[in-house]
């Protein structure tokens, strides 16, 4: 893959941080990750427990917190289906807040971060925002605030990057729903399967990612056009 463990480490960091944390947490602290009692903690909210995380999840974007966390909280609290369904929610509310902030703020700021590559990546997300929405969320090459914050500050429609974003994100936050959900059951098998199952996605991710980054560099090169020819000199 061209990655050193450092840069394995980098990548996957959020991903580690919230498995390790909560992991942390059931064995000197069983009680607070445990699901039938974090149920009765959140009973007095009722109805209304769904609708706060979601509504978290929705401005986690402000916070710079990592989903996988609150994903992985959601699945605790919900367990693995029902916390798929709001943190999917949560994040198409969530684009709609980058989107915002994105037209308002993120152009010219995209323009200084991408440098030369700015009008390629504006090319790529102009001609196929849900694909380039799709394809990047499930790479941890490029995080998925910052990938929807691209492609909405390029130009890119709403409706394409944010529904190609909950493509993306699928199969990343069920695993992680399911790993909160297992860890909070005491069911370490299942624990340790969908920790084994958020690695691989992760490095499915950076392979994705990489053929990503090529056919930016493509469309770069495509603009720029062939190099000229030395001018012979007289």
């Known amino acids: 893959m061209g990655l050193s463990l450092s840069g394995w480490m980098k990548l996957g960091a959020p991903v580690l941080a919230s498995v390790a944390g909560l992991v942390l947490l059931k064995i000197f602290a069983g009680s607070v990750v445990d699901q039938r009692r974090v149920s009765l903690w959140i009973a007095p909210?009722?109805?209304?427990?769904?609708?706060?995380?979601?509504?978290?999840?929705?401005?986690?974007?402000?916070?710079?917190?990592?989903?996988?966390?609150?994903?992985?909280?959601?699945?605790l609290l919900f367990g693995s289906v029902w916390a798929t369904v709001y943190s999917l929610m949560?994040?198409?509310?969530?684009?709609?807040?980058?989107?915002?902030?994105?037209?308002?703020?993120?152009?010219?700021?995209?323009?200084?971060?991408?440098?030369?590559?700015?009008l390629a990546i504006e090319r790529v997300t102009r001609r196929s925002a849900f694909q380039f929405s799709a394809v990047s969320?499930?790479?941890?090459?490029?995080?998925?605030?910052?990938?929807?914050?691209?492609?909405?500050?390029a130009g890119a429609g709403f409706w394409p990057v944010a529904l190609g974003t909950l493509l993306g994100t699928l199969p990343g936050t069920f695993l992680t729903a399911a790993f909160g959900s297992a860890l909070g059951q005491g069911k370490a098998w299942l624990t340790a399967l969908t920790v084994v199952g958020l690695l691989l996605s992760l490095a499915v991710g950076v392979w994705i990612g990489r053929r990503l980054s090529q056919e930016v560099k493509r469309g770069r090169a495509a603009r720029l056009g062939p190099p000229h020819p030395p001018t012979p000199s007289p």
């Open 45 to 75: 909210l009722g109805e209304g427990a769904w609708v706060a995380f979601v509504f978290l999840l929705a401005v986690r974007p402000l916070t710079l917190l990592p989903g996988q966390l609150f994903t992985a909280v959601g699945g």
């Open 90 to 118: 949560g994040s198409f509310l969530a684009s709609g807040v980058i989107f915002f902030l994105a037209r308002r703020l993120g152009r010219r700021a995209l323009k200084r971060l991408a440098g030369a590559d700015y």
């Open 137 to 153: 969320c499930l790479s941890p090459l490029l995080p998925t605030d910052v990938a929807q914050g691209a492609a909405y500050s």
